[in-house]
Every structure is written in C-alpha cells, then in structure tokens.
C-alpha cells in the first residue's frame, strides 16, 4: 500500500520559515520524482517544486525562487520543503507528489495546510 504521509504545516507570520516532510513508504522511493503541489482557496493546484529521483536536478515556481528549496532523503525515504521569507500568498494547501518515472504513475499525499497571517 502507498503512502506519502505530509507533515510540518501549520500557521506562520509573514516572514517566517516552515519545513515540510513527505514520508514515503510502498514504493520504490528511488525510482520516484517528488514534487509539492499546493491549492489555495478558489484556485488551481499549481506546481510548486519537484525533486529528479537521484536528486541531482530540480525545479522551482519562479514566484518562491530563493525562498524555497526542495531535496530528499534517501535513507529515510523522505522528501522536504523548506520554506523560508513566507508570504500571505503562500498561503494554501501543500499536497506531496510522487511519480514512478517508469510507468508515469502518480501518487499523492493528503495535504497540509500553511497559513501564512499576523
């Protein structure tokens, strides 16, 4: 059974930093690119970033260029997004993808919600 089990969300003041995790279990972890989509309120799930399955390439949304980063954990089966200088228009819910890059089957987690408000 695959799970992608995001954590680390959670209210923030403009300015602030917030670390999301993604724990994958259920597939091969290697085989897969991970990614964080989010969804704000009223709008489409757009791409945030994504991560190549060794980790050596990545993408970032131009809008959270320099403020976000995203890497994984080969060991621990786990990717990350480190949120740094947050944004009230960051607010949304980040959602964890994986993609098997053999057979382009997605997988996602259930979401975490960021706020980002005084």
């Known amino acids: 059974q695959v799970q992608l089990v995001e954590s680390g969300g959670g209210l923030v003041q403009p300015g602030g930093s917030l670390r999301l995790s993604c724990a994958a279990s259920g597939i091969i972890f290697s085989i897969n690119a991970m990614g964080w989509y989010r969804q704000a309120p009223g709008k489409q799930r757009e791409l945030v970033a994504t991560?190549?399955?060794?980790?050596?390439?990545?993408y970032h949304l131009d809008s959270v260029k320099g403020r976000f980063t995203i890497s994984r954990d080969h060991v621990k089966n786990t990717a990350y997004l480190q949120m740094n200088s947050l944004k009230p228009e960051d607010t949304a819910v980040y959602y964890c993808n994986a993609r098997n890059v053999r057979t382009l089957r997605d997988y996602w987690g259930q979401g975490t919600q960021v706020t980002v408000s005084s």
């Open positions: 991560i190549s399955p060794g980790g050596g390439s990545t």
